[in-house]
């Protein structure tokens, strides 16, 4: 079956300081990968997706950017966080179409 | 754009009580999901349902793609159903939108 592992739970960082946010998925080939973010308690927003590797398409522009170096990896980045950065990151996978599953999700606060 | 809108925005139960949770959305889509965000924040996915009904346990959903909206029923409910409810529907490019949510508490 397949699985999403998402790392790290939590996560405080210092304003200007770098951020990596590593998503991986299990028991599927070539998925659709997602990034959101949830900001105050309700309200998921896209902010990344990519159909295959290489392939990321941005839905909002932002500090953050995202990448996908092997078929069952998402990543994202930035290079100088904000105070505005803070809030829940998910990952998501699925196939075009059909039922999305998240990942267990990173609450990163920026001080 | 596709709008979703959910109702009641937010709901309190005494336990064993049943509650019906609304998701309306403003164009036809192919598919939509419910999910239960728990008090961790971990998206559990309870219903992919595109048209009909179905059940799982005490939850049920049905779709009427028809006329656009997905109802969520929760029979005697208990204090872990509380959390927020999100529907959500795909839009064009391989986006899942999702909507407002229903924020649940249940009382003991």
């Known amino acids: 079956s397949q699985t999403i592992h998402q790392w790290p739970a939590t996560l405080v960082q210092p304003v200007g300081s770098p951020l990596s946010l590593e998503c991986t998925v299990e028991?599927?080939?070539?998925?659709?990968l997602y990034w959101y973010r949830q900001a105050a308690g309700r309200g998921l927003q896209l902010l990344f997706y990519s159909v295959g590797i290489g392939q990321i398409s941005s839905e909002v522009p932002q500090n953050l950017s995202a990448s996908r170096p092997q078929d069952r990896q998402f990543i994202l980045s930035s290079k100088k966080l904000l105070l505005s950065d803070s809030g829940f990151y998910l990952c998501?996978?699925?196939?075009?179409?059909?039922?999305?599953?998240f990942g267990q999700g990173t609450r990163l606060t920026v001080v | 754009g596709i709008q979703v809108e959910q109702s009641p925005p937010d709901l309190i139960l005494q336990e064993g009580a049943n509650s019906t949770l609304r998701c309306n959305f403003s164009?036809?889509?192919?598919?939509l999901q419910w999910f239960h965000q728990n008090p961790w924040g971990q998206l559990i996915n309870l219903f992919y349902i595109p048209s009909g009904t179905k059940q799982n346990g005490r939850l049920s959903a049905t779709t009427v793609a028809t006329e656009r909206y997905s109802l969520l029923y929760i029979s005697s409910s208990q204090t872990t159903d509380s959390g927020v409810y999100f529907c959500a529907v795909p839009t064009g490019a391989n986006n899942l939108f999702f909507g407002t949510g229903t924020r649940l508490t249940v009382i003991p």
């Open positions: 164009d036809s889509v192919n598919n």
């Open positions: 998501a996978w699925g196939g075009r179409g059909s039922e999305a599953f």
């Open positions: 028991g599927t080939s070539n998925p659709n």
